[in-house]
């Protein structure tokens, strides 16, 4: 219809003109020639080898259409929710969707391919959550509070958690865990973390519903004197099977305004870290590392270790033990509303992990965050941390198009898939042994579809590093005993890759 409107629009236009230049007959049985066969061509081209106007986003198995209207190339469409989403908070959200040409629509019942949500969704817009299409992505899982609240989190008695107690149900633990630790310090928190500070057990609320009161760690690692956070950009693509990575890029390191000693319980700015932290540039001991020689501020903290004669390693270690335990842990609990929604596979979860770390270099995870900030408002030069974040999650997950691929086989086929080739020759047809349930005739449609959603991420990395399933892991955290089938498959499908390639170890 389009084409129409525009082809009588210029014959009006043309009218016009002719009746101004007193044009004969003839020309008025010119243009209607021309204009005619403009038309059938038009629609004679438009119904041939017409590309795909479907975006590759992850592995789709859906079959795509193509019809005389379909246009060369679908626009790509994203919407927002949450509160005071245009504040500004979200500028680099929008700006790296932009650059991946995405176009904003109004509204979340709108058609889109990116739910980008700063709030938790699957409550207050269950109606769009329940009824996702297959190319669609939201940036939530359902059931992740279990890993973002911050009480659920403390007080699960995990490894790397200080010990916690919520109270008023757990009062009387708390105060025989006082009592026996006469030289112990606590602070009382909430799921909104705000009003923290170090109290005696005489001055705590213990009465206060929905608060825990936590272990202080009063021997924190201090570089130049100054007490810090380690925020780890994480993100979970899937789970039941479980896929998680870290960007590996960089780490957001935040210091505290004052130095810890001498130490005073009733100054927050030496232990507490604020909005107004001291950034990496503005710690004497890490400026020359960060600005004159250009190190990120994962390096930059790296090389002030080493040159103190600690061992950095250590740590990063540990943090990849602590992310790994929580999502394992909290996986059985985020699967029961899982598994309530038609695919697992509409969902991603990028998290930022804080963590502090005492002067034997043990580590402690302090909360996670389910939309990290990732605004450069107070600090330009977190710009280009929050950018690259952005950009590698955005790679990581597919949000990307492929233009005019016509077959998703160009992406990734079957034969990508297949592993241990003279294992399965032995197995045949036979899917009895635990070593033949990666063999092609063993397969399941669904977990094909798994595998090459596995397969994509791994080609499309970039600086991302995944840390679950990996080989090598710390046993004494989550032994493989505790794993159920679908995390079996999938690790033992890694792990074969990796004895193949070991790109992918």
Known sequence: ????????????????????????????????????????????????DCPPS????????????????????????????????DSGHLRHVFETLSLYGYQRVETVEDDWHVLWSHDYPFQRIAHVTRNLKP?????????????????????????FSPVAFRIPEQKKELINYAANNPSKMFVQKSNDHRGIQI??????????????????????LLIDGYKFDIGVYTTVTS????????????A????????????????????????????????????DYYTTLGYSMKDAFDGY???????????????????????????PMIMKYLSTYKSKRNFFEMMRFDFVVDDNLNVFVMEVNMSPNLSSAHFLENQVLYEQVLFNLFSLVGLGTFGYLKNDRALVSDKNLMVSPSECAACGTSCTAPECHLCKPCLTPQMKLTLKDAYLEHMN??????????????????????????????KMWFKKKCISDPSWC
């Not at 005696?200 to 760690?217: H, K, T, Y």
């Not at 001498?262 to 540039?281: A, Q």
């Not at 991302?464 to 159920?484: A, H, M, S, W």
């Open 135 to 159: 190319y669609q992505k939201v940036n939530h899982f359902p059931g992740t509070g279990f890993i973002t609240n911050k009480m659920d989190l403390s007080t699960t008695g995990l490894k």
């Open 252 to 287: 957001l390191l935040r210091y505290c305004p004052e130095k810890y000693y001498p130490f005073d319980p009733s100054n927050l700015d030496k232990y507490v870290i604020g909005d107004d932290y001291l950034p990496t540039w503005e710690v004497p001991a890490l400026k």
């Open 1 to 48: 219809m389009g084409i129409f409107k525009t082809v009588h629009k210029t014959w009006l236009n043309f009218k016009m003109l002719c009746r101004r230049l007193t044009c004969n007959q003839f020309s008025y049985v010119v243009i209607i020639v021309i204009a005619a066969s403009f038309v059938i061509f038009l629609r004679n081209y438009g119904g041939r």
């Open 461 to 490: 990395r970039r600086d991302c590093k995944r840390i679950y399933p990996v080989e090598n892991v710390n046993q004494t955290v989550f032994t493989d005993d505790d794993l159920g089938p679908e995390n079996r498959l999938m």
């Open 239 to 250: 789970f039941d099977p479980l896929r998680v990575y870290i960007y590996n890029g960089d």
């Open 199 to 220: 109290k005696n057990l005489d001055d705590i609320e213990l009465d206060r519903p929905g608060s825990f009161v936590q272990e202080f760690v009063a021997n924190p």
């Open 305 to 331: 270790l080493i040159d103190s004669g600690r061992n950095p390693k250590k740590i990063w270690e540990q943090i990849e033990d602590a992310i790994r335990e929580v999502c394992l842990s909290k996986e």
């Open 54 to 85: 479907h975006v590759t986003m992850g592995y789709q198995s859906e079959p795509q259409t193509c019809n005389a209207t379909s246009t060369p190339t679908q626009v790509l469409r994203y919407a927002v929710y949450g509160r005071q989403v």
